[in-house]
C-alpha cells in the first residue's frame, strides 16, 4: 500500500471512528449532569426504571434504524403502537391463555402495515415520508372505529411480569429480550450479507439495482420488519401499563427518529447501525426524564428535546462520512 494510500484511509478511519463515539460520549455526559442534579439516578432501582422504559423505545427503534438507513422514514410507528396497544389488551382480556394468539394476532396485524407501506412505496413511488403519514391516518381511524372510542381488556399476569418484574434489581424479561435483538440486529448489519445490501441500498439505490440487489424487495422487507417491531413494542407496552389507551403509542413516533438520529445514523441513508441507535434511546430516555425531575413545563421539554436534535443533526451533517 503506497504511502498516499494509507494517509487518506487513517483520517477517514478515525473521522468514523469518532463519529461512532460521538453518541456514546453525549451519553456519559448527559448521565454525569443528571447525576449531579439528582443524586438518585445512580440508585439500581432508578437505573431500572429508565431501562424499563428504554426498553419499548428500543424495540419499535429497531425497524426505524433500518428504514433510516434505506434513507426512508416510518412515521406510521406510533399509530400501529396504538393499535397494537389496543388489540393485544382486547385479546388477552386479562388471561395468560389468551396471550399467544394475542401476540401472533398483533404481529400479523403490524407486518401487513409494514407490507402496505413497501408496496405503497415501491410500487406507486410514493415517498416514504408521505405513504407513511397516510398509513399512519388511516391506522388511528382503524383505532378508533374497532375500540368505538372506548379501549377495553387488559394484559395478563404473565405479560405484566415480563415487563415489570425485575431480577438483580435491575433488569426485566422485556429488557433481556431488547439486548437479544439488539445482538441480532447488530451482528446482521455488521456480519451478514443482508446487512451489507442495506447500506447498499441506503447509499445508491440506481447503483445496488445494477449490481444485482433487489431494492423493492429490501425497502418492503424493511418496512414489513419496521410493523413488526412496532406491534411487538405495542404488546411490550400493554404489559407495561397493565391496560390499552387511544394515542399510547403517540410519544414515540418521534422519540424513535430522535433515537436513531442523536445514535448517528445518516438521514440520507448508508450510514450508521443499531448500536449507536441504542445510545440514542439511552439519550432520549434520559434526556425526557430529567428534564421533568428538574420541574420543566412541557413546552419547554418539547423546546430541549428539538435543540437536542438539531444539534446532533448539525454534528453529523457538518462532516458527512461514508461507511
Known amino acids: 500500500m503506497s504511502n498516499d494510500t494509507l494517509a487518506t484511509k487513517i483520517p477517514a478511519l ?3 471512528r469518532l463519529r461512532a463515539m460521538v453518541p456514546w460520549i453525549a451519553l456519559l455526559v448527559l448521565y454525569t449532569v443528571t447525576v449531579m442534579i439528582a443524586p438518585g439516578y445512580l440508585k439500581f432501582s432508578q437505573l431500572g426504571s429508565l431501562l424499563q422504559l428504554a426498553t419499548i423505545l428500543g424495540i419499535v427503534a429497531v425497524g426505524q434504524t433500518l428504514v433510516i438507513l434505506i434513507a426512508g422514514i416510518d412515521l406510521s ?3 400501529v403502537m396504538t393499535l397494537a396497544n389496543l388489540m393485544s389488551a382486547a385479546l388477552i382480556d386479562g388471561k395468560n391463555e389468551n396471550l399467544p394468539l394475542a401476540i401472533l394476532t398483533t404481529l400479523a396485524v403490524g407486518a401487513v402495515i409494514g407490507l402496505v407501506n413497501g408496496l405503497i412505496i415501491t410500487l406507486l413511488k410514493v415517498p416514504d415520508l408521505i405513504a407513511t403519514l397516510a398509513t399512519m ?3 388511528i381511524g382503524v383505532g378508533y372505529l374497532v375500540t368505538n372510542g372506548a379501549p377495553r381488556g387488559a394484559s395478563s399476569p404473565l405479560l ?3 415487563m415489570t418484574s425485575r431480577f438483580a434489581g435491575v433488569f426485566t424479561i422485556g429488557t433481556v429480550l431488547w439486548f437479544m435483538v439488539a445482538a441480532i440486529a447488530i451482528v446482521l448489519l455488521r456480519k451478514s450479507t443482508v446487512g451489507r445490501r442495506i447500506y447498499s441500498v441506503g447509499l445508491n439505490r440506481l447503483a445496488s439495482h445494477v449490481s444485482g440487489i433487489s431494492v423493492n424487495k429490501t425497502v418492503i422487507g424493511l418496512y414489513i420488519t419496521s410493523g413488526l ?14 391496560s390499552s389507551y387511544l394515542g399510547s403509542g403517540e410519544a414515540y413516533q418521534l422519540a424513535t427518529i430522535a433515537a436513531v438520529v442523536l445514535g448517528g445514523a445518516s438521514i440520507f441513508g448508508g450510514y450508521g447501525g443499531y448500536g449507536g441507535t ?5 439519550i432520549t430516555v434520559l434526556l425526557l426524564s430529567i428534564l421533568q425531575v428538574v420541574g420543566i413545563p412541557q413546552a419547554g421539554q418539547n423546546i430541549v428535546y428539538g435543540a437536542v436534535i438539531l444539534l446532533m443533526l448539525a454534528v453529523f451533517t457538518s462532516h458527512k462520512t461514508t461507511r
Open 14 to 16: 478515525s473521522s468514523g
Open 77 to 79: 410507528v406510533g399509530a
Open 137 to 139: 391516518t388511516v391506522v
Open 160 to 162: 405484566n411480569a415480563v
Open 229 to 242: 417491531f412496532a406491534s411487538l413494542a405495542g404488546v411490550l407496552l400493554t404489559g407495561y401499563t397493565g
Open 278 to 282: 441504542i445510545a440514542g434511546v439511552a
